[in-house]
């Protein structure tokens, strides 16, 4: 990660991208050699770290992390301790609009080549119409599918760890399509969440919860 970083520098890239991964396609034969919690928690560190000297020098370099929503709260995490006026601002925008609520089948979406609409890039695996057939305006806004209507209605359908998460309203349960691969089951955790149940408000109580009402997932081990 340092040498990537480097490498920015040294070639004034203007814009770099970190994906978390997602076992869809020909990713699923690579999922076991996934980051652990705990490495992907060392990762973003550095591309905070980096970030942050990269704009302390007057650098352009746009650095994004994508598809874990967990990022942002990490992010708002660390500047809660260093600059809480600042963390309430970064709260704010993480929860503008929605925040992940309104991110796969929402505000996100995809056509694939043979004009399938999924409700975003990796969930290719479930087809939700042909726009060669249908407008894409009635595909999209069609609830009956009941994965459309989950998607777009959350709140209802997300069980778990990230059903009783105090940042919910930030992240909306990250990315479900990872839950859906993983567990099998769209509502279910992300399990690429690497927050503590400490952190997420996941007090003995909640976990009393959980287990009352059939919601324990258990989480990727560490490897």
Known sequence: MEGLFDFLEAEDIERACFYHLVP?????????????????????????????????????TDILTVDNHVDGIYLYLKLLE????????VWKLLTW????????????????????????????HCGLGDVRKRPFSEIWTDTKDPLMRGLKNRRGYIKGRCRLCRFFDGCGGS???????????PWAPDPACYLTDEEIGLDEDKQEELRRTGEVFELPKAK
């Not at 260093?82 to 601002?89: C, I, N, S, T, Y």
């Not at 992940?100 to 929402?106: A, D, I, K, Q």
């Open 82 to 89: 260093e600059d809480p006026g600042r963390a309430a601002k």
């Open 97 to 124: 609009n929605g925040g992940g609520l309104y991110s796969s089948g929402v505000g996100i979406g995809c056509i694939d080549f043979h004009g399938k609409v999924h409700p975003d890039q990796f969930w290719w």
């Open 175 to 185: 990315l479900r399509v990872r839950a859906d691969l993983y567990y099998g089951d």
């Open 24 to 60: 869809s396609g020909r990713a699923g034969a690579i999922a076991d050699e996934d980051l652990t919690h705990a490495q992907s928690r060392d990762a973003i560190e550095t591309i905070l770290a980096k970030t942050k000297y990269f704009k302390e020098h007057g650098r352009k």
